[in-house]
C-alpha cells in the first residue's frame, strides 16, 4: 500500500506531465497577445488604443516568462519524484546526501534570496546584462564597496562632456560580488553580456507604465538612464543591496531619477551611487536627518 508521500509523489508526477500542455498555451496566447497589440497600433493613433497595445505587449512577455520558468520544473524534479512513487529513493531533489549541512544555505528563504547563491559569471570587461540567470551572494555576507574604492572606480570611467553640441551618454562600472566590473550605458539600445541580450530600457518602460508612474498613461524620459536600467537589473537577479559608479550625478527636479528611483527599486532593495565631486547618493533616500 503506497505511503501518503507515494500518493502525493503520484499526484505530483502526473502535473508535471500537464507542464507541456500549459507552455504551448502560454506560447500560443502570448502570439496572439502580440498580433493583437500590432494590429491596434498600426490601425489607431489614439492614445487608449497605444496604451492597449503596450499593455498586451506586456502580458505577451508575462506568458513567455512564465512558460520559460514553467520549463525548468520537470528536469529538476521529475526524477525525485519518480523515485519516490516507487518507494526507491537514491538522491535527493539537487543530488545530495540526506539532511542539509551546515554550511548550506536556508531553503526556508524566499525564491529570490535562494538564488543569489547561485554561480557567477567569471569574465571581465563585458557589457551589462539583465537576463543572467544566476543570482548574487547575499551582499550583507561580505564587505561593502567604501568610498574609496567607489572613487577609484569612478577614475576609470570617462569625463562626460558635449560633442558637436550634444551630451554624450553616462557611463558607469557595477561591480559584482565576485569582483567582475560590468559596464553601465545609458539609452534606449540593448544591455548585453555574452550571448544575452535584453532591453532594460523596455523593461523600465513597462514597469512605469504596469506602475502608473510618472504622467498617463506611465511615461518618464528617464527610463533610459543607467539608474533606473539598474533598477530593472536589481529585479531580474534578486539584488538587495547594490553599488554603481556614474560619471554623471543622478539627475535632479520633477520627473527626475533623484524623484522617481525610489519607485523603480525592488521591495527592501539598497542602490548606493556614486559620481563626480564626491557625489553619494543612497536610495531609498534615508529620512531627512539620518545618514548612510
Same mark, same amino acid.
Given at each position: 500500500?503506497?505511503?501518503?508521500?507515494?500518493?502525493?509523489?503520484?499526484?505530483?508526477?502526473?502535473t508535471?506531465d500537464?507542464?507541456?500542455?500549459v507552455?504551448?498555451?502560454?506560447?500560443d496566447?502570448? !502570439?496572439?497577445?502580440? $498580433?493583437?497589440?500590432g494590429?491596434i497600433g498600426s490601425?489607431?493613433?489614439n492614445p487608449?488604443a497605444? @496604451?492597449?497595445?503596450?499593455?498586451?505587449?506586456?502580458?505577451?512577455?508575462?506568458? $513567455?516568462?512564465?512558460?520559460? =520558468?514553467?520549463? %525548468?520544473a520537470?528536469?529538476k524534479a521529475?526524477?525525485w519524484? &519518480?523515485q *519516490?512513487v516507487?518507494?526507491i529513493r537514491t538522491?535527493?531533489p539537487?543530488?545530495k546526501s540526506?539532511? #542539509?549541512?551546515?554550511? &548550506?544555505?536556508?531553503?526556508?528563504?524566499p525564491?529570490?534570496e535562494? +538564488?543569489?547563491?547561485?554561480?557567477?559569471?567569471?569574465?571581465?570587461? /563585458?557589457?551589462?546584462g539583465?537576463?543572467?540567470?544566476?543570482?548574487?551572494?547575499?551582499?550583507?555576507?561580505r564587505?561593502?564597496l567604501?568610498?574609496?574604492?567607489g572613487?577609484r572606480?569612478l577614475?576609470? @570611467?570617462?569625463?562626460?562632456?558635449?560633442?558637436f553640441?550634444?551630451?554624450? /551618454?553616462?557611463? !558607469?562600472?557595477?561591480?559584482?560580488d565576485? !569582483?567582475t566590473?560590468?559596464d @553601465?550605458?545609458s539609452?534606449? !539600445?540593448e544591455d548585453s553580456?555574452?550571448d544575452?541580450n535584453?532591453? %532594460?530600457y523596455?523593461?523600465?518602460?513597462e514597469?512605469?507604465?504596469?506602475h502608473?508612474l510618472g504622467? #498617463?498613461?506611465g511615461?518618464l524620459?528617464?527610463?533610459?538612464h543607467?539608474e533606473? /536600467?539598474f533598477?530593472?537589473l *536589481?529585479?531580474?537577479r534578486g539584488?538587495?543591496?547594490?553599488?554603481?559608479?556614474?560619471?554623471?550625478?543622478?539627475?535632479?527636479?520633477?520627473?527626475?531619477?533623484d524623484e522617481? %528611483?525610489?519607485?523603480? %527599486?525592488?521591495?527592501?532593495? +539598497?542602490l548606493?551611487i =556614486?559620481?563626480?565631486?564626491?557625489?553619494?547618493?543612497?536610495?531609498p533616500k #534615508?529620512?531627512?536627518? &539620518?545618514?548612510?
Amino acid at each position: 500500500m503506497p505511503s501518503e508521500l507515494q500518493r502525493v509523489a503520484q499526484q505530483l508526477l502526473a502535473t508535471l506531465d500537464e507542464i507541456p500542455r500549459v507552455v504551448a498555451y502560454l506560447h500560443d496566447r502570448a !502570439g496572439k497577445y502580440r $498580433e493583437s497589440a500590432g494590429w491596434i497600433g498600426s490601425t489607431s493613433n489614439n492614445p487608449n488604443a497605444r @496604451l492597449a497595445a503596450t499593455q498586451l505587449d506586456v502580458a505577451a512577455r508575462r506568458c $513567455e516568462e512564465a512558460a520559460h =520558468y514553467l520549463s %525548468l520544473a520537470p528536469p529538476k524534479a521529475r526524477a525525485w519524484t &519518480e523515485q *519516490m512513487v516507487s518507494g526507491i529513493r537514491t538522491a535527493e531533489p539537487v543530488g545530495k546526501s540526506a539532511g #542539509p549541512r551546515p554550511d &548550506e544555505p536556508d531553503r526556508s528563504a524566499p525564491p529570490a534570496e535562494r +538564488k543569489q547563491n547561485g554561480p557567477e559569471a567569471t569574465k571581465s570587461g /563585458k557589457t551589462l546584462g539583465s537576463d543572467e540567470r544566476s543570482g548574487l551572494p547575499d551582499a550583507s555576507a561580505r564587505p561593502r564597496l567604501t568610498d574609496a574604492e567607489g572613487r577609484r572606480l569612478l577614475g576609470k @570611467l570617462p569625463v562626460r562632456g558635449q560633442k558637436f553640441g550634444q551630451r554624450e /551618454k553616462t557611463r !558607469g562600472i557595477w561591480r559584482a560580488d565576485d !569582483g567582475t566590473e560590468y559596464d @553601465l550605458v545609458s539609452g534606449r !539600445g540593448e544591455d548585453s553580456i555574452g550571448d544575452d541580450n535584453q532591453d %532594460l530600457y523596455r523593461q523600465a518602460e513597462e514597469f512605469a507604465i504596469e506602475h502608473r508612474l510618472g504622467n #498617463p498613461p506611465g511615461t518618464l524620459s528617464i527610463t533610459s538612464h543607467v539608474e533606473i /536600467k539598474f533598477a530593472m537589473l *536589481m529585479w531580474k537577479r534578486g539584488l538587495r543591496d547594490a553599488t554603481i559608479v556614474i560619471n554623471n550625478p543622478p539627475c535632479k527636479g520633477d520627473s527626475s531619477c533623484d524623484e522617481w %528611483l525610489d519607485k523603480f %527599486l525592488p521591495p527592501g532593495a +539598497k542602490l548606493t551611487i =556614486y559620481g563626480p565631486d564626491n557625489f553619494k547618493g543612497i536610495h531609498p533616500k #534615508p529620512p531627512p536627518g &539620518e545618514g548612510a
